[in-house]
Every structure is written in C-alpha cells, then in structure tokens.
C-alpha cells in the first residue's frame, strides 16, 4: 500500500509535510496504471481520474481549499493554506454509465 501526493505546486508540498502523513510518493502527474488496490492518493484531481483511482480500490483524498477570486493563480504558502481553510477531504466517485 503506497500514498501518493499529487501536486505541481511547491507549497502544497510544503504543507502536506505538515500534516504528519506518511508520503511515499510525491509526484507531479498520476499513473493511473501505478495505483493498486489499498493506496492512497492524495491531490486535485479531476474527477474523471479520482473514479479511476476508486476503481482500482484505492483511497482518494481531496486537498480542498476554498480560493478566493484574488488568489487564484498564486503560489500559496502553507500558511497562506492554512488561512484559507485548507484540508483534506475523502471522496468517492463512480462513473455513471448512460
């Protein structure tokens, strides 16, 4: 069992740090094909790839942050995570067949 962060963003690698997870992998993209039953993977993925990860019977732990309008497209700081309510939500998601 493996726990993945998946981020570009140097700060929310700064603040993952923080949080007393144990990380095995930190990586900028996720393998879809490296995800077994049991992991863990935690990040901003779009939901397409988080159904895959729940397929596969993995965990997915969504890095949520509520980012007002001034501050999207900034590097945030850890603590600019912090003030802005940042945590770590699980989800699962299923792909509905129509």
């Not at 999207?72 to 003030?83: A, E, I, N, V």
Request: proline residues 3%; hydrophobic residues 40%; charged residues 25%.
């Amino acid at each position: 069992m493996t726990t993945y962060f998946i981020s570009r963003h140097a700060g929310a690698k700064d603040w993952i740090a923080k949080q007393g997870i144990d990380i095995d992998k930190i990586q900028s993209h996720l393998d879809i094909n490296d995800v077994s039953t049991g992991d863990t993977i935690i990040g901003t993925l779009p939901v397409q790839l988080v159904a895959e990860v729940c397929q596969r019977g993995a965990e997915y732990l969504h890095l949520t942050l509520n980012l007002p309008e001034h501050l999207r497209g900034k590097d945030l700081s850890p603590d600019d995570m912090d003030s802005i309510g940042a945590k770590l939500e699980a989800f699962i998601v299923h792909k509905v067949k129509k």
